[in-house]
């Protein structure tokens, strides 16, 4: 068993009747310093998610005094039953995988990159990985939209001046690519989160192994396989759990790039948060809002769940 | 189906007229008198963008009217969403509050909710009727009452600076082939011939109002009075047909090529800079041009294949009282200061188009010339009309035609399957006779 699993675990309690009177007043501590976290979760996460779990099942406006009719599974009929609806699963699907996998991977190998080789000078490195994390997502994506103005954005004026005259990708236009565009930015700008963490991890290593290897005679590339990653392995499922669950609900990304109303062109980039949003803020549909939430969060709850199930059993056995 | 006149039912119908009743008593400390007030405070809410004309008007009232106190703010209602509408109306939080338009997208669902008191008598007492476009009146009432006071028309179209067309040697166009060949001849010069922003607003779909005015006429079948008033549907030719225009001239080089990918702002700073020769954009514009051109700019409708030009208009900044307003009375006689006060002359000279009679003289030439002034017949300005399901096939269909995903046959039917799903909903009184 991994030791994230391990200290994960949660350990039998002791009995109150026979616990020391040290076990109960550490218990009763433990309580007062959990409780105000666990009250404000109650209130603004519990709460909320059971509220709008109860509200799918009923006809609400949003704004009419009383919550309408009940209605049972027929809202999730209403909401699913659409292009709009599968696109977006679709599109939410390719984004967990690409969160999952891209940013973690790219992060990874360069802190791996400057901390484990000579590349220097490593300060100005880990500030360069690290500077997209100082923007907010959305900041990145509102960046981004003259990044790729077709006309006057940077990466199609470099396109045109390496003699490409003719190519004019329209980055947010065309639905082929919009959907690819959108994930560059949430991937430069997460990957900058993944590289400070690996940073972290790689930074606790315990340098006599890297000098063993190398008087071993190993290079760089089994020094990362056989040393590096497995060293990090924990902190990777970590940080590839956050970037999973990033990556399903990109809508700070989504909302600043596409159009019209949201997750255009054509639905090429709509995703479940985007529905949920036009259901909920641009018109009257809030039962079918919390319909498509309680679909989202079922969706990212059993893909997180599947997913550290996978690597619980997939962790190397001690 | 036990209903009145426009599909809501007797009963929901006196249920919200009698939330908004116990709300005006219970908000307004039992006072059912509709007067001029003596003394007062008017909170007053609007969201940004026209917004900065309102705080003018907002300061031009507090010297004329020092015996009422004003908490004034704007808010970004597109971020915070209807939230911020229910929630500021029901806690009585504001005594006034812009509903945008009095459509269904935004009026019908607020009323339905209990959320907003009747106007009438307001509309008495400072005899609105007398100055208020009576087309205006009558897309706010419901049930014979009068529920919002729309303070604006807007009119969509292609803005341009006259010198350009004099330089060109063409005037507005009068006909398709008129169009297209002032379009050529801005191509031909390396002009961006009509630029538009999809992204962001898709302002496409004000080209498309444009050419299914000028195609299927002012009213009758095929028709956008007939579908959104009355039992004709987006399947009919003139929709379809204006949909396949917007294809042609975009297949043939006469629309911006990056539409899909810019937002309006970047087609107004292509315009403004001289790259594009015709803007897509409206009356909300005008200002901005006056800004930046003096008086060489003005405005056309864009005729459709086998049509002449017909403009599309519609009302916007539409002020609603909420039921639990504490001082509805001082928010009355805003509206009236903007109805025929100083408010109207100031919102007219900054280049916007009143629905009220009020100091038309005074308008810019370009607000002269356009039908709610002139009295002229024209078309609806769609948005609004259709609420989040139908807007949101409309705005992304429109895309998905030019970007080569749909045929504009199988768009109309997105459209009008949406449309449908949004009456079934109750969404869109089956019966919108009354509102023509």
Redesign the interface.
């Known amino acids: 068993m991994s030791a994230l699993a391990s200290r994960l675990r949660p350990r039998p309690l002791e009995s109150w009747r026979g616990a020391s009177s040290k076990a109960r007043e550490q218990w009763r501590l433990s309580a007062v310093l959990v409780a105000p976290a666990l009250i404000l979760m109650a209130i603004f996460v519990f709460f909320p998610a059971l509220q709008t779990i109860g509200l799918s099942f009923y006809k609400w406006d949003g704004i009419s005094p009383d919550m309408g009719d009940f209605v049972g599974f027929k809202t999730f009929t209403r909401a699913t039953d659409n292009y709009p609806f599968s696109q977006a699963i679709k599109n939410s699907l390719l984004w967990g995988v690409v969160g999952l996998f891209v940013p973690t991977i790219i992060g990874l190998v360069a802190a791996a990159l400057v901390e484990d080789t000579n590349l220097r000078p490593k300060p100005l490195f880990r500030f360069a990985f690290f500077v997209p994390y100082f923007f907010s997502m959305a900041v990145a994506a509102a960046l981004f939209t003259r990044v790729y103005d077709p006309s006057y954005g940077m990466i199609n004026q470099v396109i045109h001046a390496l003699g490409f005259t003719d190519v004019k990708p329209q980055w947010l236009g065309d639905g082929r690519i919009a959907i690819y565009a959108a994930m560059g930015v949430f991937v430069w700008h997460e990957t900058a989160f993944c590289y400070i963490v690996f940073t972290a991890a790689i930074q606790q290593i315990d340098r006599s192994l890297y000098d063993a290897a190398k008087v071993d005679g190993a290079s760089e590339v089994q020094v990362f396989r056989y040393i590096t990653i497995p060293s990090v392995r924990d902190v990777a499922t970590f940080v590839m759990t956050i970037m999973l669950i990033v990556g399903l609900t990109p809508f700070a990304v989504v909302f600043p790039l596409t159009t019209p109303g949201l997750g255009g062109p054509y639905y090429s980039t709509e995703i479940l948060p985007t529905l949920i949003f036009k259901k909920a803020r641009m018109g009257y549909n809030a039962s079918e809002a919390a319909a498509l939430g309680v679909i989202l969060l079922i969706l990212v709850i059993g893909i997180v769940t599947a997913f550290l199930w996978f690597r619980e059993r997939t962790a190397p056995k001690d | 189906m036990n209903s009145n006149s426009n599909g809501i039912s007797r009963r929901e119908l006196l249920k919200f007229m009698g939330?908004g009743a116990v709300g005006t008593a219970l908000g307004s400390n039992l006072a059912f008198a509709q007067a001029v007030p003596e003394s007062g405070t008017f909170r007053f809410q609007i969201e940004s963008g026209p917004g900065t004309d309102f705080v003018a008007v907002v300061d031009a009232f507090i010297a004329e009217h020092p015996e009422i106190t004003v908490e004034f703010s704007q808010v970004e209602a597109a971020v915070v969403?209807?939230?911020w509408?229910?929630i500021a109306m029901?806690a009585g939080a504001v005594d006034l509050i812009s509903n945008e338009n009095p459509k269904f997208?935004k009026l019908d669902?607020?009323l339905?909710?209990?959320?907003i008191q009747p106007l009438d008598g307001y509309r008495d007492l400072y005899e609105w009727d007398e100055w208020v476009l009576a087309a205006a009146l009558r897309r706010s009432s419901r049930g014979g009452q009068l529920w919002t006071l729309p303070l604006y028309y807007e009119i969509c179209g292609a803005s341009y600076r006259k010198s350009v067309l004099e330089s060109f040697d063409v005037g507005e166009p009068q006909s398709w082939e008129e169009f297209i060949a002032m379009l050529e001849k801005f191509k031909a010069a390396g002009l961006i011939p009509l630029t538009n922003g999809?992204?962001?607003?898709?302002q496409i779909q004000m080209i498309h109002y444009q050419f299914w005015a000028s195609i299927g006429g002012l009213s009758g079948p095929g028709s956008i009075t007939d579908v959104i008033f009355g039992d004709g549907k987006f399947t009919d030719a003139p929709s379809v047909e204006a949909a396949q225009a917007i294809l042609d001239i975009y297949n043939a080089g006469l629309l911006d090529?990056?539409?899909?990918?810019?937002?309006q702002d970047?087609g107004n700073e292509r315009f403004i800079s001289g790259a594009a020769a015709l803007n897509v954009t409206g009356t909300w514009f005008y200002s901005e041009m006056q800004r930046q051109f003096d008086d060489d700019w003005d405005m056309l409708t864009m005729p459709g294949p086998g049509g002449g030009p017909i403009w599309c208009t519609g009302e916007t900044e539409a002020m609603v009282i909420p039921a639990a307003a504490q001082d509805p009375d001082a928010a009355a006689l805003f509206l009236d200061f903007c109805v025929k006060g100083t408010g109207a002359k100031i919102l007219l000279e900054r280049g916007n188009l009143l629905a009220t009679k009020a100091f038309g003289e005074l308008a810019i030439p370009q607000i002269q010339r356009l039908p709610i002034i002139t009295g002229d017949e024209s078309s609806l300005l769609i948005f609004g009309w259709l609420?989040?399901?139908s807007?949101?096939a409309y705005?992304?269909?429109l895309?998905?035609i030019?970007?080569g995903?749909?045929t504009p046959a199988q768009w109309a039917q997105?459209v009008q399957d949406a449309w449908e799903r949004d009456i079934e909903?109750g969404?869109i009184p089956e019966d919108r006779s009354d509102l023509l």
């Open positions: 939330v969403g209807v939230d509408q229910r029901e997208l669902p607020v339905k909710a209990g959320l999809h992204r962001g607003f898709s090529p990056d539409v899909l990918s810019i937002t970047d609420p989040q399901n807007q949101d705005q992304q269909g895309g998905g030019l970007a995903s749909i997105q909903d969404q």
